[in-house]
């Protein structure tokens, strides 16, 4: 009798979910309030859409979304339930502004670390987890701990200094992700893991982190695997998937760190600045917004969000003035003019008067792109209107950043290394700045954009007034564009962008 019964149910089953699809197809396509704009009938139908070319395809879905706006204009419907939005000039009504109320969607949230500031949904959360923050991300923050950023770069320079004499070939972009893991690592715990000092720069730390991001986007289809992943013991783990792995070993570390910040195990040296942990701990926050969890999450996004894509720029910069030695010898002509010496040291606050080195710098950020990933917000204040659209109430609506930075209306010959379209008689052009989004916009814009500055300032400056270098077997291949893990990702073969330090520059 109960398998009789059983069976009954399974012939229910298969009788009513044929007639669920269909009708929820109808739904999608002709009922569903963003029935009425242009798209795809499969994106209409199905985030499988965007699982084909995002997971399956590896990283072409921002690709399938430029060539959606090309067939159906500025705004497209590119899930059952988001639209997107190809006009820098609508930008800022999608992000808002500090006054403005911008939710985060939920399948957008950093799955995995569900509490840190970058997952918040809420305004008001965010808005509160944000205040305690921020004040240590300021401009005037980053210039009292300018010394630990400099310190850092010099470090660097002096790894430079050793290859020059070995005439090894480096991997330029491993050098400048471990640098830049140490400045937030020792700017966030007050400690660092001292990358700059391993012989590969830890290449497998810079691997382990894209490979991370490339996650993320099969982890936004399936939610559910990330408490299974969490349940899986580290030896397997690392046995299944070392990368992974390395992911755990390093979040572990900084959870033990930040236990013992709480417990008091940790206080500071003399000498030393307060970590962003000790700050969090002893702030006016709820208790609930100060557990070892939240804290841990917290650290997670700092770290991953302060690494990666500040040393793309630097990566990307590098490449570029050596495969342009007019350009390089521009600049150096410039700081020279602040820096008499080679190796003459120059704040922060004195190398941003630089036209020139701004220009790099700010070619060099629109050219690395930051965050390829689309990042939908939800207007709770408002209902947004786009030229003759009516957006339906707490839509999710996005714009990607890449579009806006390589808009041939804005910048002219979009995929050349230009600095002189940043230079108009002979200063810095700010008219184009409201176009460079690699930060964001509104009251969720990145944390870390003053310190990410005094690090490409600090960093070009030193490295390339003080040494003379070469690209090896390298091309634009390794640095153009071609998968998005969240942060964009050249050609799989790739052997990154490999240098040789040729001498020390005597004079100018």
Known sequence: MGLQQSSNVWYVVAAILPSYWIALAIYRLYFHPLAKFPGPKLAALSSWYEFYYDVYNDGLFFWQLQSMHERYGPIVRITPYELHINDPEFYDDVYGSSMRRREKWPPFEANGIPSSIFSTISHEHHRLRRSAISPFFSKRSVNQLEPLIQGKVDKLAARFKNIMESGEVIRADAAFTALTFDIISQYSFARDYDHLSEADFNLEWKTTLVTSFKGLALLRQFPWMIPLMNAVPLNLIQTMNPVMAKMLEVSLRARDRIQRVLDGKEEVLEGEHRSIFHELRDCDLPPQERTLDRLADEGQVIVGAGTETTAQVLTKVTFYLLREERMLEKLRAELATVMPTPTSSVPWNKLEQLPYLSAVISEGLRISIGVTTRLPRVATDETLVYKDWSIPFRT?????????????????????????????????????????????????????????????????????????????????????????????????????????????????
């Not at 379209?421 to 200063?427: K, T, V």
């Not at 600090?458 to 998005?484: N, P, Q």
Request: net charge neutral; proline share 6%; aromatic share 16%.
């Open 396 to 508: 999710p609506v996005s714009e990607t950043s890449y579009f806006i930075l390589t808009n041939p209306k804005l910048f002219p010959d979009p995929f050349a290394f230009r600095p002189e379209r940043w230079i108009r008689g002979g200063q810095y052009n700010h008219s184009l700045d409201k176009y460079l989004v690699n930060f964001g916009r509104g009251s969720r814009q990145c944390l870390g954009m003053n310190l990410a500055y005094a690090e490409l300032f600090l960093t070009i400056a030193t490295i390339f007034r003080r040494f003379e270098m070469e690209l090896f077997e390298t091309d634009e291949s390794d640095v153009k564009i071609e998968h998005d893990y969240f942060a964009p990702v050249p050609k799989h073969d790739s052997k990154g962008v490999r240098i040789r330090v040729v001498k020390e520059v005597v004079d100018y």
